[in-house]
């Protein structure tokens, strides 16, 4: 007995043409109705700013409330956070040029009142050298900063100290014993 053909539309035949016709009417529906599709991803756009804003503000907040030990725990890029919150608390703009590679030496850039400053931060457990000065000048002149910091939970070597007070610019060294009064020290630079 042979087989007979069968006549008609394939399943796959009739998939396409559902999906070509779902495709021309979506194609209409945002034709005619851009605006408000446009409104939309405005809102929307909007809204992810706001939580992203939101969600910074929190880890801002918890990070504020670190104790000397707590910082002792954290690793370099969440210190480097804590030292952009502190500032920002104290009402400097702080952006963190390394984000996207190198950072030329400078992990937070620290502005207020016209003044700039390259923050080199240093969550070391060892005592900071002159190396890390070193960055933090390059830093400023790189990004124009009229000032240099370097930022530790830790403490400077006698060399850092040193090449910090023979630079050609403001270099402040912030370690352990100043870091409560970090954001008071940056500011007399304004």
């Given at each position: ?103 030329f030496g400078a992990d ?83």
């Amino acid at each position: 007995m042979a087989r007979r053909k069968k006549s008609g539309l394939q399943f796959s035949q009739i998939m396409a043409i559902v999906a070509l016709v779902v495709l021309i009417k979506v194609g209409e529906f945002v034709y005619e109705n851009w605006q408000v599709l446009l409104v939309l991803a405005v809102l929307g756009l909007g809204l992810w700013i706001a939580f992203a804003r939101a969600r910074s503000k929190q880890v801002q907040e918890r990070l504020l409330g670190l104790t000397p030990e707590d910082l002792d725990l954290l690793n370099g890029k969440d210190f480097e956070v804590w030292v952009g919150s502190v500032l920002e608390a104290a009402g400097w703009s702080c952006s963190f040029p390394g984000q996207g590679g190198g950072d030329f030496g400078a992990d937070v850039l620290a502005e207020k009142e016209g003044v700039r400053v390259a923050i080199q931060a240093k969550r070391w457990k060892k005592k900071v050298g002159n190396r890390a000065v070193q960055e933090a000048l390059a830093g400023a002149q790189y990004y124009r900063c009229s000032a240099a910091a370097v930022v530790t939970q830790s403490s400077f070597t006698k060399a850092a100290v040193e090449q910090a007070g023979s630079a050609y610019m403001p270099v402040l060294l912030i370690d352990r014993s100043s870091l409560s009064d970090m954001a008071a020290l940056l500011s007399k630079l304004t």
